[in-house]
T-cell receptor
C-alpha cells in the first residue's frame, strides 16, 4: 500500500503541450510538496501546501499550477511545456508544515521533446 | 536555514563502515539535523534525525558533537544496496513555513 503515489511514472510529450501529474498520499498528512530534480540531480522545492492552502511558491513560472482538491491530493498542471521542463518531479508529504520527516513518491520522469 | 557542506562522493567496500560528515557552522539553537537517502530512480527517503549527542536506529547512527557545528552519519557494514546519495539537511523542523532544502548530497558507491 503505497504511502505517496504519483501518476504517471513516465511522461513524454511535445513542446507546447499541457500535461498534469497527479499525487495522492494516504498517510493523513497535512502538508504536501512538489519538488523538481534536474539532470544534475539537484532537488529543488517548487510548492508546498498545508491543508489545501498554498504555503510556499518558490518562484516557479506561472505555467506551473498546483491544485489541491483535498489534503490528500496535490496535482501539478503544466501549461505550454518547454524543453527545460524535462526533469523528474517528486511529490512528497509530511505531518506538518515544518516537519523534516517527509515521505516522497517514486517520481515522474517528464521528457519534453 | 543553515547552510550545509558535505563531500561530493565517497567510495567504500562491502562490509565496511561508512561515515559521512556534514558541516553546518551556522546552525541555530532550534535547528535539527536530518539525513535523507536517495537510491537511483527513487524519491528521497528519511533516514534519521537528531538534535545533539547520538541517535541510532535500524538504518544508521548520527553523531553530533557538543558544538553541533557538524554531524556524522554512520552506516555500519554497508552492502552494495547502500549505494545512494545521502543528503544532510539542517533547520527548525517545528517552524511553520519551513521547507526541506536539499544540497548536493554525498554520492556513496559501495564496491564488491
Amino acid at each position: 500500500d503505497t504511502a505517496v503515489s504519483q501518476t504517471p511514472k513516465y511522461l513524454v510529450t511535445q513542446m507546447g503541450n499541457d500535461k498534469s501529474i497527479k499525487c495522492e498520499q494516504n498517510l493523513g498528512h497535512d502538508t504536501m510538496y512538489w519538488y523538481k530534480q534536474d539532470s544534475k540531480k539537484f532537488l529543488k522545492i517548487m510548492f508546498s501546501y498545508n491543508n489545501k492552502e498554498l504555503i510556499i511558491n518558490e518562484t516557479v513560472p506561472n505555467r506551473f499550477s498546483p491544485k489541491s482538491p483535498d489534503k490528500a491530493h496535490l496535482n501539478l498542471h503544466i501549461n505550454s511545456l518547454e524543453l527545460g521542463d524535462s526533469a523528474v518531479y517528486f511529490c512528497a508529504s509530511s505531518p506538518g508544515q515544518g516537519s523534516f520527516e517527509a515521505f516522497f513518491g517514486q517520481g515522474t520522469r517528464l521528457t519534453v521533446v | 536555514l543553515a547552510k550545509t557542506t558535505q563531500p561530493i562522493s565517497m567510495d567504500s567496500y562491502e562490509g565496511q563502515e561508512v561515515n559521512i560528515t556534514c558541516s553546518h557552522n551556522n546552525i541555530a539553537t532550534n535547528d535539527y539535523i536530518t539525513w535523507y537517502q536517495q537510491f537511483p530512480s527513487q524519491g528521497p527517503r528519511f533516514i534519521i534525525q537528531g538534535y545533539k549527542t547520538k541517535v541510532t536506529n535500524e538504518v544508521a547512527s548520527l553523531f553530533i558533537p557538543a558544538d553541533r557545528k557538524s554531524s556524522t552519519l554512520s552506516l555500519p557494514r554497508v552492502s552494495l544496496s547502500d549505494t545512494a546519495v545521502y543528503y544532510c539537511l539542517v533547520g527548525d523542523s517545528k517552524a511553520a513555513g519551513n521547507k526541506l532544502t536539499f544540497g548536493g548530497g554525498t554520492r556513496v558507491l559501495v564496491k564488491p
